[in-house]
């Protein structure tokens, strides 16, 4: 597709329960970067791939984040156990070169979860 | 790791002022990239600079460059309430990561 597809918009759950966040890159893209925005104006690294191989992960937390991208399949962000922290934007976005040769990152608008 | 700090944090403007937010990096810039957040939606891309020096416009905003200082400033023209929202500037260092700016929040009163 000719955009980055973010599946579900907003997506409840309670403390405690599994969420999965769906994303689809642009055909074409082998770069995909996963985002939460806390607040506003603070946008925190997750994790990157390179097709379905983990690129970088630095930002992701070590319990309860896991993350795939699997040929044929939109990439995942699951978080097991959710907690009250994890309520956010989560953002996806690809590249076709990676981030630093290409002239933009496509971003998805996003996944709102919130855990209560 | 890269920080980008950005000013002012909040701006509230009449319309038809012009304005002007800064990102200053603590790391030597090898790029930066402009972004726009509007409330409850994704993010916008609005130009990149990767050249020191370099200046770019699209519509009624420009963006600058100044690699000596680390920093970015954008630039908006005569603003509109259709500029409102947050705006993020975000640079990639290392190739394998990217780092947004601390956010500037843009309200323009009619």
């Known amino acids: 597709g000719e955009e980055v597809a973010q599946t579900p918009k907003h997506l409840v759950r309670g403390e405690g329960q599994k969420a999965k966040l769906y994303c689809a890159p642009i055909k074409g893209h082998s770069y995909v970067f996963w985002y939460q925005q806390v607040l506003k104006n603070e946008f925190k690294f997750l994790i990157s791939?390179?097709?379905?191989?983990?690129?970088?992960e630095t930002g992701m937390p070590k319990e309860r984040f896991s993350a795939k991208c699997l040929p044929n399949s939109p990439c995942s962000l699951e978080i097991q156990a959710t907690k009250l922290e994890d309520s956010a934007v989560y953002f996806c976005?690809?590249?076709?070169?990676?981030?630093?040769?290409?002239?933009?990152?496509?971003f998805g608008s996003g996944t709102q979860l919130s855990v209560l | 790791s890269q920080e980008l700090e950005q000013s002012p944090q909040s701006l509230i403007v009449q319309e038809g002022k012009n304005l002007t937010i800064n990102c200053t990096s603590s790391k030597t810039l090898y790029g930066l990239y402009w972004y726009k957040q509007k409330y409850g939606e994704g993010l916008i891309f609005l130009m990149m600079l990767q050249k020191g020096g370099e200046e770019k416009s699209h519509e009624k905003i420009t963006a600058k460059l100044d690699e000596k200082k680390q920093q970015s400033s954008l630039h908006i023209t005569a603003s509109q309430p259709s500029h409102a929202g947050i705006y993020l500037c975000g640079a990639d260092p290392t190739g394998n990561q990217f780092y947004f700016g601390t956010g500037t929040s843009l309200t323009v009163i009619p």
């Open positions: 791939f390179q097709n379905e191989n983990v690129f970088d």
């Open positions: 976005a690809s590249s076709s070169l990676g981030s630093r040769d290409v002239e933009k990152l496509f």
